[in-house]
């Protein structure tokens, strides 16, 4: 019988111990605005899978759009002007 243990261990090797980082950290929340605007576009279009939209859940929808891009390019301008990239 052959012993798969070893194989393994190379495929799960140092896993990480103590939780993410500060800078991963820090890089979910430079994000979180974008995240956020994501989750409440899917707010707005979960409901309308079994029903269809109305005028008001149309406005919602293009609403929760405007507000991703908009988080999108906020996101891109400050990862820009911190690399030193022209935005």
């Given at each position: 019988?052959?012993?798969?243990?070893?194989?393994?261990?190379?495929v799960t090797?140092?896993?990480?111990?103590?939780g993410?980082?500060?800078?991963?950290?820090?890089?979910?929340?430079a994000?979180?605005?974008?995240?956020l605007a994501?989750?409440e576009?899917?707010?707005?279009?979960?409901?309308?899978?079994?029903?269809?939209?109305t005028?008001?859940?149309?406005?919602?929808?293009r609403?929760?759009?405007?507000?991703?891009?908009?988080?999108?390019?906020?996101?891109?301008?400050?990862n820009?002007?911190?690399?030193?990239?022209?935005?």
């Amino acid at each position: 019988m052959k012993n798969i243990v070893a194989l393994q261990a190379v495929v799960t090797a140092n896993p990480p111990v103590g939780g993410p980082t500060d800078a991963e950290l820090d890089a979910i929340e430079a994000e979180m605005p974008l995240i956020l605007a994501e989750v409440e576009l899917l707010d707005a279009q979960i409901p309308l899978l079994d029903r269809p939209a109305t005028v008001l859940d149309e406005r919602r929808i293009r609403r929760a759009r405007r507000r991703v891009l908009a988080a999108r390019r906020d996101l891109l301008n400050r990862n820009a002007v911190q690399t030193g990239g022209a935005a």
